[in-house]
T-cell receptor, first 117, second 115 residues
Framework: GAVVSQHPSWVICKSGTSVKIECRSL??????MFWYRQFPKQSLMLMAT?????????EQGVEKDKFLINHASLTLSTLTVTSAHPEDSSFYIC?????????????FGPGTRLTVL | KQEVTQIPAALSVPEGENLVLNCSFT??????LQWFRQDPGKGLTSLLL?????REQTSGRLNASLDKSSGRSTLYIAASQPGDSATYLC??????????????FGTGTLLAVQP
């Protein structure tokens, strides 16, 4: 099956620094990728839709200037948490639909645990 | 705005028991519904996907049903095993392809199967 990877799997940073998380589709191309955030003991909340070659679409309440998304190629989307603060500590997961005949299927990355001190 | 709710929030059962997890959604205009499994601190594993035109899907000991008109889905797990212990999430999709493929997740059910 299709594989989506994320890097890093976990990161600890100081308050005020920026952190970049990568999401890669390893064996298929993805014109669209999705970024989700999951706080402890809560469900996944969609943050934004990453579109290859164009601007990301953000969900209501998500600050686009704080969560920068770049989808520069058909296999890579990056999420940068700028000036991270402790309240940004969360589990970030990306997903990608392979498209074509598999358009209804989504493959999820293993997630990135961000801890901001 | 689509809202997805799961009941119960947590469930503990002895090994071997059959169980049902419930998912409800407020807007019946969905494209499909999926059930996922999430182990602690891990990503998601897709279990079953039901298209809006389908009534149920089966995979091994798992059976998922969908009643789109009433906004409900159930996940039936037969002969539960300790390895089934995880959080189960349902999610609805509003469309196929591109941005409409985004998923709205339910609140999750934490399942513990006691040996």
């Amino acid at each position: 099956g299709a594989v989506v990877s994320q890097h890093p799997s976990w990161v600890i940073c100081k308050s005020g620094t920026s952190v970049k998380i990568e999401c890669r589709s390893l064996d298929f191309q993805a014109t669209t990728m999705f970024w989700y955030r999951q706080f402890p003991k809560q469900s996944l909340m969609l943050m934004a839709t990453s579109n290859e070659g164009s601007k990301a679409t953000y969900e209501q309440g998500v600050e686009k200037d704080k969560f920068l998304i770049n989808h520069a190629s058909l296999t890579l989307s990056t999420l940068t948490v700028t000036s991270a603060h402790p309240e940004d500590s969360s589990f970030y997961i990306c997903s990608a639909p392979p498209g074509g005949a598999m358009a209804d299927t989504q493959y999820f990355g293993p997630g990135t645990r961000l801890t901001v001190l | 705005k689509q809202e997805v709710t799961q009941i119960p929030a947590a469930l503990s059962v002895p090994e071997g028991e059959n169980l049902v997890l419930n998912c409800s959604f407020t807007d019946s205009a969905i494209y499909n519904l999926q059930w996922f499994r999430q182990d602690p601190g891990k990503g998601l594993t897709s279990l079953l996907l039901i298209q809006s035109s389908q009534r149920e899907q089966t995979s091994g000991r798992l059976n998922a049903s969908l009643d789109k008109s009433s906004g409900r889905s159930t996940l039936y797990i037969a002969a539960s095993q300790p390895g089934d212990s995880a959080t189960y999430l349902c999610a609805v999709s509003l469309g196929s392809g591109g941005a409409t493929n985004k998923l709205i997740f339910g609140t999750g059910t934490l399942l513990a199967v006691q040996p």
